[in-house]
């Protein structure tokens, strides 16, 4: 059983920054495939940025060259993080942290699949004013 708890979340200003992170803990390893969705009130859920287990990285079109996603599993828990840079009004959403194993069949690669992940995290609230 995996377990994940997000932080970081906040109010900030359009422009500024912030960054996410997502503990795993329980039993989880490198063989893990994580990614972060987001949804926002009145829409549906949609991914952000995702690792494989190789290390490749993906991003949607919308956060690609503001948002990062980087690992760090060096300590007895691996936790996952979103920096996010430059802002928009339209990035305020939850933000969730989400695991699956793999590879697998239905995953070979970082993927922004919601329902192929397994492992859910509660999410942290992000809200960005003009």
């Known amino acids: 059983q995996v377990q994940l708890a997000e932080s970081g979340g906040g109010s900030v200003q359009a422009g500024g920054s912030l960054k996410l992170s997502c503990e795993a803990s329980?039993?989880?390893?490198?063989?893990?495939?994580m990614g972060w969705f987001r949804q926002a009130p009145g829409k549906e859920r949609e991914g952000v940025a995702a690792?494989?287990?190789?290390?490749?990285?993906?991003?949607s079109d919308s956060v690609t060259g503001r948002f990062s996603i980087a690992e760090d599993n060096t300590k007895l828990t691996l936790t996952l993080y979103l920096q996010m840079d430059s802002l928009k009004t339209e990035d305020t959403a939850m933000y969730s942290c989400a695991a699956v194993l793999c590879p697998r069949s239905s995953v070979t690669g970082p993927t922004l699949d919601q329902f192929v992940y397994t492992y859910w995290g509660q999410g942290t609230q992000v809200t960005v004013s003009s």
């Open positions: 690792m494989y287990s190789d290390g490749r990285l993906t991003y």
């Open positions: 329980g039993n989880i390893y490198r063989g893990y495939c």
